[in-house]
């Protein structure tokens, strides 16, 4: 082996160390006490605890802002898709000025800062009596799943090919049948992983279900950033409790819509 | 092709509707608010105009806040890319298939994490006093490093997490891109005996240069969204110095005074600069 590839590779491992290292240390420390936690020399040999998880879990706030982020991205996620993909279809297979302009447009609303949406709508909302329900959120939400679905599909429905789509009709398929039967089973992978994508990213949302919410419709990531401020002392342990059960649903997504991602990424490659 | 009359209405216009309504409302709004004198504790206000606008450019908190702003962009932007490319052409060069794999998966990790997490799992690991990044620093020299109490210590430890979530994925993306390049023209390079770093920096390189500018605009979009990690790392601190605008706009807005006006002007200064540039630069890669 060269020297040059040897160093490659030592930087490739230093890499990936990066990403194992910290995630499976907190997974560690979640399942320490505060005392083998809050050490000058950190701890690899303890006996573990169920105490962070089992405070965490048992939490009523916890309980329901998981019911609440359940609830809340679930719904969006499902009105994203169910207005988000036919409208990609319509953009991939119509090309003229509209349905460009839709597409930037779509596109376009991720420019938008999110604390400039947060404040308006926080308004908004609380004039309409909205104010911390998950109603609210579900429809802020909706701006990001309808938006990414629409911007992720289009490639989806692109690589279908035409010819199987002109067959369909051959065969006396109206369009919407050619929808349903035909493009979408066969973009169904993409479009999949298109949805994950949406969920994990209003998952992961923090700023608007903040402002958006005080106690009864707050969502998870807020939850457990509230955890930090708990009496006087940060409850590392408890928090990093919170990490791991909050970061779960991603990476279960992850590997369940891997395969799909992949494919995502490399017809983006292809059509780069 | 023909896709039948009443499709593209039926399937288009319901979503269009939707987004427009979601977009026009709290913009049309957030521009309503900035000429008023409104407050969170008082509901009736009236016009003030450009009051707020003209306020904002004497702020000195406010100007920070822009620099902070600009610093986040060209730091976090910049380190991203470098850390994407860099990683791309080592996987390209030293792994094989297999590793290219497990190494995608890896790299993919961190950026679907909450934001929150991430901040939480290093802000932890930055601990001065029980922290394992810093544990060696306080073996050796006994000394307690408090990293995120320093300005700068502050903004590069921010940074890092962004850039720990964003470099790598963008190294998955890059990889993916060179793979997709034809052949032909490294294997030319190779045959001309040109070493490893010049066939990446005169031919992939430039090959990429549209998808790669393209792929440092979305950073650009996703730095914006630099709120949790600063919230939960630093809370703008210490003092200003890692005050981003969303987080001034935020404690303007809901923590110190209230001053929800006040609030909104800087949104729509915001939303008027990141869509304009954002849209401009767009448009003009994408003719």
């Not at chain 2, 006040?262 to 003719?287: C, D, E, G, P, Q």
């Amino acid at each position: 082996m060269k020297l040059s590839t040897l160093l490659l590779r030592i930087v490739l491992a230093c890499a990936a160390l990066m990403v194992l290292l910290p995630l499976l240390w907190t997974l560690l420390n979640a399942f320490k006490t505060n005392a083998d936690l809050l050490v000058n020399t950190p701890k690899l040999i303890f006996t573990p605890v169920w105490d962070n998880m089992q405070y965490v879990l048992g939490r009523r706030s916890v309980a329901r802002a998981l019911t609440n982020s359940l609830v809340i991205c679930s719904s969006a996620v499902a009105m994203g898709a169910l207005l988000g993909v036919p409208a990609a279809y319509v953009i991939a297979r119509v090309k003229n000025r509209l349905t460009r302009e839709a597409q930037f447009f779509a596109l376009s609303l991720r420019f938008l800062p999110p604390v400039a949406v947060a404040i308006p709508m926080m308004v908004i909302w609380l004039g309409l009596g909205f104010y911390d329900t998950r109603f609210a959120l579900i429809v802020t939400y909706m701006t990001i799943t309808i938006s990414i679905t629409v911007w992720l599909s289009i490639p989806a429905f692109e690589r279908v090919p035409i010819a199987v789509e002109e067959a369909a009709r051959v065969d006396r398929l109206g369009p919407y049948a050619t929808f349903f039967r035909v493009a979408l089973p066969i973009a169904r992978p993409q479009i999949l992983a298109a949805i994950a994508f949406s969920f994990i990213l209003v998952w992961n949302e923090f700023l608007l279900a903040m402002m958006l919410s005080t106690s009864k419709a707050r969502t998870l990531p807020v939850v457990a950033s509230e955890m930090s401020q708990l009496g006087m002392n940060v409850p590392w342990g408890v928090l990093n409790a919170a990490v791991v059960l909050l970061s779960l649903p991603p990476l279960i997504l992850l590997a369940v819509a891997g395969a799909g991602m992949n494919s995502v990424f490399s017809r983006k490659s292809t059509q780069d | 092709m023909r896709v039948g009359r009443s499709l593209p209405y039926v399937f288009l216009g319901p979503a269009l509707l939707v987004l427009v309504i979601l977009a026009a409302v709290p913009t049309l709004y957030a521009v309503n608010l900035s000429l008023q004198n409104r407050t969170l504790s008082a509901p009736q206000a009236e016009y003030v105009w450009l009051a707020n606008y003209l306020k904002l450019f004497s702020d000195d908190r406010f100007l920070n806040a822009l620099w902070v702003s600009l610093k986040w962009e060209v730091l976090t932007v910049s380190a991203t890319m470098a850390v994407g490319i860099g990683l791309a052409i080592a996987m390209f060069e030293a792994a094989t298939r297999r590793w290219r794999m497990i190494l995608s998966v890896l790299f993919i990790i961190p950026v679907l994490l909450p934001r929150v997490c991430a901040a939480f799992v290093w802000k932890f690991s930055f601990h001065p006093l029980y922290g394992a990044v810093t544990w060696p620093v306080r073996a050796l020299t006994g000394q307690t490093p408090d990293v995120l109490a320093h300005p700068w210590g502050a903004m590069l430890t921010v940074a890092f997490v962004d850039v720990w979530q964003w470099g790598l994925f963008f190294a998955v993306i890059i990889l993916k891109l060179m793979e997709a390049l034809p052949p032909q023209p490294i294997e030319a390079a190779r045959i001309d005996k040109a070493k490893g770093w010049e066939i990446h920096r005169f031919v992939t390189l430039p090959m990429l240069k549209l998808p790669l500018i393209s792929l440092l605009l979305v950073k650009a979009i996703e730095s914006l969204r630099s709120f949790d990690l600063v919230y939960v790392m630093t809370r703008g601190g210490p003092g200003v110095s890692t005050e981003t605008l969303d987080m001034y706009a935020y404690s303007q807005g809901f923590i110190e005074a209230g001053n929800i006006s006040y609030a909104s002007s800087m949104a729509v200064i915001m939303m008027v600069l990141t869509v304009i540039l954002f849209t401009s630069i767009w448009k003009r890669l994408n003719k």
